[in-house]
């Protein structure tokens, strides 16, 4: 959607360095981070970007920084300008806490379940009313961080007996009951209890009467000297992920009391102490994004003992189950090229079979399964969902399909294909031909399947009717006139789809190119590449080019536009800023719709103003976009406007998602996954739409 897939902020240079490292040292085989960027070093903002990469492939961009203190104060403008200007699909924080010690052990990673700010409120002379706003960490996140593992992170590492033996001795020292130590079970088994008391007591270093457990002065002289001597903190523990609330203040805590207070404000169950993990939730919250996560080290327990000695090591476990989460949840299947990022078109249907109209009839198959491997490649790097129905050999589909999966880029194979027998026997063996681990997802549609044999023919227009319905763009070669193929290219023109017919095969495919005036419709296309088998492997740029004219129909309103307005959601800020630069660039006036608003005026009126006033409306679509209520009423007033001839309307797509208002669905979209692609389609646009016939420029 924006720049980067996630934002992660730290609050001290301490986590900062901890968090980078973390990235670069990558885990279990996974490489990480092979370098760091350096971006804007002279703002009041900057950053670090780097791709962590898995070992399968997978990749995620991520954006790193921090304020120059710590505190909510320090984190707020930078969390909100940096996910304004990067647009993340996820805000993200690491580094250290003070952890309950009813709950959790020192050097755990405390996962925020939900996240708040412990004083707001009201202090009163009879003490403190709580007025908490909590903000719940997102599901997938929460049940992700409880299934967890630590074992295969640098950081971890089981206890030693002479680990456990200090570990006894500490808690001891503490005054705390080792039995009932949230760490007790990872240092100690039933069994290893027993030998470690006796041989405690046969060195003189604890003693106990009945169940009383206590240290000798000798006891408590040998763990004051390792304490002492500790300098640099553990190097590996047997840590453990603990989801639980987070709360944040505006203080450094040690006196040991804030955890019964936290339970008499309000939240019983408390299990990380700290100062900014409110500020993340709630600017992730107001800002629209659906994906945030804080993961912080236990480093104390907020108490008279408070001191560094885990500092380390908890900056660097939190990194490193950080990077963990996100690798679950945001790591992409890797894609090679550029054409992914370029490609205007979301979803292809590809219909065709032999025609035997050639003067080779008996070597049609073949041809035609060599150009359609030749296609499923090009769709599947040009970033496009394929959609088919038919899993049989004679039909360029499957051909199609085993191109696209065999590329290794290949998203998703969507099958339209009728409930039958026959049917489901071809899409087994397809799937067992096409084997696992080529990291293409197959969805398969059903519909009713024929009654008798009569009825088969009607059952399969059926299935390539709902393909139709669900793909920006047809893509057709040869295919026999007495088939359904004929029918699907003439509804595919009465529905003005976007249609590429290679014609060199002739059947119904040669029909569609012949209907078409090409040198009219489309002047600025070298129409004969489709009578030209070579020229398959350039269906996409053909069909980019397709997507991009429906774009740009004649107009009846002054031509160019001197006042469009960007309708996007808050997270794809960073598109909107680079079209806004583009389009200023122009001599274009931009609006955008918070930007229009005045103090003396409620917020409906000002945008629909706006709106009124704008030659031209761009959405910038995204998942975002449908989960905003202020961008679906700009839509709906721009919708209304266009239907009536008032406005031109574009619709982009960042994210292949699908548009949710009714009235927008039919009308035409290119999809532009990266700012700079944005940039250029627009600038095309601009450059070539024509007024239409007696609208003079200006």
Request: glycine share 8%; charged share 25%.
């Amino acid at each position: 959607m924006g720049e980067v897939d996630v934002l992660i902020i730290t609050a001290l240079k301490e986590e900062y360095e901890a968090a980078r490292a973390a990235g670069s040292a990558g885990y279990a085989g996974h490489p990480g981070v092979a370098a760091w960027e350096e971006r804007e070093p002279e703002s009041l903002t900057p950053y670090l970007v780097g791709t962590y990469v898995l070992a399968d492939g997978s990749r995620m961009t991520v954006a790193l920084a921090r304020p120059t203190r710590m505190g909510a104060t320090a984190t707020a403008p930078v969390v909100a300008t940096l996910v304004e200007r990067l647009g993340p699909r996820c805000l993200a924080m690491c580094g250290v806490c003070a952890g309950n010690p009813a709950d959790v052990a020192l050097g755990d990673v405390v996962v925020a379940e939900l996240a708040y700010a412990y004083d707001e409120g009201k202090r009163t002379q009879d003490g403190f009313d709580g007025d908490h706003r909590q903000i719940p960490a997102p599901d997938g996140w929460v049940r992700a961080a409880q299934d967890l593992e630590t074992t295969d992170l640098p950081s971890f590492g089981e206890a030693s007996p002479e680990e456990a033996r200090i570990w006894l001795m500490e808690r001891l020292y503490a005054g705390e009951d080792p039995r009932r130590h949230p760490a007790c079970s990872r240092y100690l088994s039933r069994a290893s209890w027993a030998e470690q008391i006796q041989s405690l007591q046969a060195d003189g270093l604890v003693t106990r009467e009945g169940a009383a457990l206590s240290l000798t002065d000798a006891g408590y002289a040998l763990i004051e000297q390792v304490v002492y001597d500790d300098l640099e903190g553990p190097r590996n523990l047997p840590f453990a992920v603990v989801v639980g609330p987070m709360a944040s203040g505006n203080v450094v805590v040690k006196d040991g009391l804030t955890w019964d207070r936290l339970k008499q404000w309000g939240v019983r169950s408390v299990a990380g102490l700290e100062m900014e993990s409110a500020v993340i939730a709630q600017v992730a919250h107001r800002l629209g994004l659906s994906d945030w996560v804080v993961a912080k080290g236990v480093m104390d327990h907020a108490d008279p003992r408070k001191d560094d000695r885990y500092k380390r090591f908890a900056a660097r476990s939190s990194a490193e189950v950080l990077f963990k989460l996100l690798c679950r949840r945001l790591a992409s299947p890797r894609m090679t090229g550029q054409a992914g990022a370029t490609s205007r078109v979301r979803s292809v249907y590809v219909v065709g079979g032999v025609t035997g109209e050639t003067t080779y009839p008996d070597y049609e198959k073949s041809q035609l399964a060599h150009v359609c491997e030749q296609l499923g490649q090009a769709v599947a790097k040009a970033g496009a969902e394929l959609l088919v129905c038919s899993p049989f050999p004679d039909s360029a589909d499957l051909h199609t399909v085993i191109g696209y999966v065999q590329s290794g880029v290949g998203r998703i194979v969507h099958l339209h294909s009728p409930r039958h027998p026959e049917v489901a026997e071809k899409q087994t063996e397809m799937l067992e031909m096409l084997g696992t681990g080529h990291g293409t997802e197959i969805k398969n549609w059903y519909y009713p399947g024929p009654e008798d044999d009569d009825s088969r023919g009607q059952a399969w227009l059926l299935c390539q009717i709902q393909a139709l319905e669900e793909a920006d763009v047809v893509i057709s070669i040869g295919g026999r006139v007495s088939k359904t193929a004929s029918t699907v290219l003439h509804l595919a023109e009465a529905r003005r789809k976007p249609i590429v017919p290679f014609a060199f095969l002739g059947g119904a495919s040669r029909r569609a190119y012949e209907r078409r005036d090409w040198a009219r419709v489309h002047p600025g296309l070298d129409h004969r590449r489709l009578m030209d088998r070579d020229a398959v492997a350039d269906a996409m740029k053909i069909a980019d080019e397709l997507v991009t004219a429906r774009l740009r129909p004649p107009h009846n309103y002054r031509w160019p536009p001197r006042r469009v307005f960007i309708s996007r959601a808050r997270p794809d800020a960073q598109f909107a800023k680079a079209l806004e630069s583009c389009l200023s660039g122009a001599g274009v006036t931009t609006l955008i719709g918070e930007r229009e608003l005045r103090p003396d005026r409620m917020v409906n009126p000002t945008i629909e103003d706006a709106v009124l006033s704008a030659d031209l409306f761009v959405v910038l679509w995204s998942r975002s976009y449908a989960l905003s209520r202020f961008c679906y009423d700009e839509i709906e007033l721009a919708l209304r406007r266009h239907e009536v001839g008032e406005l031109q309307l574009w619709i982009v797509n960042l994210d292949g998602s699908d548009i949710v208002p009714p009235a927008a669905r039919a009308l035409p979209q290119a999809v532009a996954r990266t700012p700079h692609t944005l940039v250029a389609l627009v600038r095309e646009l601009l450059e070539h739409a024509e007024p239409a016939p007696g609208v003079p420029r200006p």
